[in-house]
């Protein structure tokens, strides 16, 4: 059988042996759900704003009711008037919430409990509004001087650069489609390490290299578990093609940018997970005991926190000197750069230049974890020093 073959029969092995594991199962359930409730729920958000409903009681100044009517207007929300008899009947409205806030006399406003600042707004100028009106006709004064008296003046705006309405969801889509990223690597990674961990404890590597080399063992672990978590992500990509199909946002291309999103995460994930992959592998291969793998994780684990970090900064700034440097260091380059690309102009040879940088990294990871992994996986016992398994295998 052929090196190649030997190397796609272990990957089929690890991605079946991950994919029937019901963590695997229930978070990848979990997460679908999530991800397929979140359209509802922005729908819902997004739903009509309900008319404000204001009481009104006793005496009240001419022409309320439709300088209401014309100071909601301004705010883009509408209001409802109901006229009640008594002060107690409003404040039972009041308590059975079927107004909003009641005007007393023209001249004291009631809640219920908790005040709002635009409501109050919103009477306050219909009632300053409608004191002026009459004022203005006991003065005697025209329709259009009470016009120019009352109305206020029309500033035109301008702005020298077009504001973009794809940018804050551009935002949000990055930051989201980021902590995928983020999880997606330091999850599959993690199961690299306890894949090595688990066939170094129960012995079953030793039977596996009776026929194959170590390190066609560590290539198809890594290909075998990525292929699970590409899978995982398409999965969720399709769901979340789903969810934008069926919401709309003014002016926002939501397919398209979700388009985008979907395949950058994708993109960077093969180059992000196959780093730190063979990186966890290679520190899992060092020790032979799950209550010991949380010590040798834990250095990639930290390694990619701070590029995390970065991207928030990213986000409100991708062009920001610390965001330039942090998007060519290998290690954070599959989290930060897809960010600037999202919601910056990252230049293309800047992007070409962080992938070539990452991809000679993961060679010369391949080409050290390789030997390190070869000299400790048929080790037992106590944790395996990197320079004692370098040694092992120098000829």
Known sequence: MSRYRQVILLARREF????????FLVAMGTLVV???LAGPIILLLQGEEEPIDIGLVGSEPAALESGLHEQAAAFDVEVTVTRLKTVAEAEQALNDESIDVVLVDGSELVWHEDESLRTATIVTGAVAAAEQRVVMEELGLTDEEMIRLVAPTQLTQRTLVAPDPEEEPRQIAAFVGTFILYMSILVFGQFVAMGTVEEKQNRVVE????????????VAKVLGIGALGLAQLLVLAATVTVVISIIEIPNVSLPSLGAEIIGGVIFWFLLGYTLYAF??????????????LGSVAFLPSVLVLPGFFITVRAIENPDLLLVR???FFPPWTPIVMPVRSAVGNAPF???ALSVVLVL???YLLVRIGARVYTGALLR????????????ATRT
């Not at 079946?16 to 963590?23: E, M």
């Not at 037992?380 to 040694?391: D, H, I, N, Q």
């Open 16 to 23: 079946v042996q991950r994919a029937k594991s019901r963590t």
């Open 34 to 36: 999530v991800v397929a």
């Open 207 to 218: 039977v596996v290299l009776s026929r194959v080399k170590p390190a066609q063992v560590l």
């Open 279 to 292: 990186m966890f592998a290679t520190l899992g291969a060092t020790v032979s005991r799950q209550e010991d």
């Open 325 to 327: 440097l942090a998007s």
């Open 349 to 351: 040879w800047e992007v």
């Open 360 to 362: 000679v990294s993961i």
């Open 380 to 391: 037992t016992g106590g944790k395996v020093k990197l320079r004692e398994a370098w040694k």
